[in-house]
Nanobody
Framework: QVQLVESGGGLVQPGGSLRLSCAAS????????MGWGRQAPGKQRELVAV???????NYADSVKGRFTISRNNAKNTVYLQMNSLKPEDTAVYFC??????????????WGQGTQVTVSS
């Protein structure tokens, strides 16, 4: 089981940006596909961005063109750059290890989550 710790959430105005980080406690980080998911109140958790071991990315339609996922294998860290944020992006954001890049089905390891609130 991979331990994942997210950081970087907070309150931001609509149109603003945030960068989330996720540190993984594994020495074999570079073999894991990684992803970011979110869960809004009353809604199911969903993956919104995934990155392969070689850097190939895939996104949910709701965030395509606004969010960018990236990874630094030397630092065992995955990032989510979120731009042009909307109120509907408000959710708890979770890091995920081992998702499917093509189907965006999540893997079994999740972090504890970080709150992102988009509001004026």
């Amino acid at each position: 089981q991979v331990q994942l710790v997210e950081s970087g959430g907070g309150l931001v105005q609509p149109g603003g940006s945030l960068r989330l980080s996720c540190a993984a406690s594994t020495t074999i980080f570079n073999i894991y596909t990684m992803g970011w998911g979110r869960q809004a109140p009353g809604k199911q958790r969903e993956l919104v961005a995934v990155v392969s071991t070689s850097g190939y990315t895939n996104y949910a339609d709701s965030v395509k063109g606004r969010f960018t996922i990236s990874r630094n294998n030397a630092k065992n860290t995955v990032y989510l750059q979120m731009n042009s944020l909307k109120p509907e992006d408000t959710a708890v954001y979770f890091c995920n290890a081992g998702p499917s890049i093509q189907t965006m089905v999540p893997g079994s390891s999740w972090g504890q989550g970080t709150q992102v609130t988009v509001s004026s």
